[in-house]
């Protein structure tokens, strides 16, 4: 049979519907829904970061506030900004860009966010109550491999799920939230040994590696689920961790581009209006 592609758009469309509904409900009560993204320097892939998340949030009925700061500014200046926009009524959400530039301590300013306007799950609190199992509002790009499991209704209790990649952003949360699904969460890193066999053994292989091509058809099991986080640009074309022929092999697979990333944004939005 063949494998289901789990496109990220219809599932980016779900959320963008209940976010409409949810803003514009909001804004009939008086409540504006603002986005704050403070951008430190001049990092060409912030901007553009920046640029598609305040489309988006404006798509949706809210607005967004930048806040572009010059690259030497010192960090008790950015702190001071956050805390600024923490204390500011009008402000929804927070989003600093990272990685800030040297000499910004990134954990410090996640530290510096009020946890209730933290979008993107930088703050230790945040991030602990994850961990706990407490709080399902990880960072963005966990959220999206969740996301599209939950909308192609995949099958996750019980089930062997192999994460390759260890990351505060991507693979410890994933593995993290899968588990609170419960399943079997084992997470590989580059110091696994015989990772092609523990690989194998999965029913849920979630790839966060950085590397185009990491994970082949001899390393996948036959059906199993492939989540492939990986943007990797190979001869000015964006691939996955995961080698395309691994298709053969999965029941079902995100595409790469199309997949994960087009989700990732939404979840931004959607952390943005979770208390409103
Ligand atoms: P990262 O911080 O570089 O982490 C990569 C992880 O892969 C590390 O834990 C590393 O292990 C592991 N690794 C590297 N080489 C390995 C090897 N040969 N064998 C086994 N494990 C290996 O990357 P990241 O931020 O998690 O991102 C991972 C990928 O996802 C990247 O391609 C990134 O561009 C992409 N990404 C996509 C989105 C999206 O929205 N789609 C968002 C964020 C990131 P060690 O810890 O042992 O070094």
Redesign the pocket.
Known sequence: MAAVLMKGKPVADVYRAAMETKIAEAKAKGIDVVLAIVIVGDDPASHVYKGRLVKLVESLGGKAKEILLPADTKQEDVIACIEKLNNDKSITGILPMMPMPKHINDDEIGAALAAEKDVDCLNVVNAGEVFLGRSRYAAC?PR?CMAILEHYGIELSGKHAVV????N???KPVSMLLLQKNCTVTI?????QD?PSIVKQADIIVA????AG?VTPDMVKDGAVIVD????MVDGKLCG?VDPACEEKASAFTPVPGG??VV?NMMVMDALTRNI
Do not use: E, M, Y
């Open positions: 790009t999206s390759i990649g260890r990351s952003v991507v693979g590989c890193h580059s110091r696994t990772l966060a590696v950085g590397k990491f986080v990986g943007i990797n961790d994960v990333g990732s």
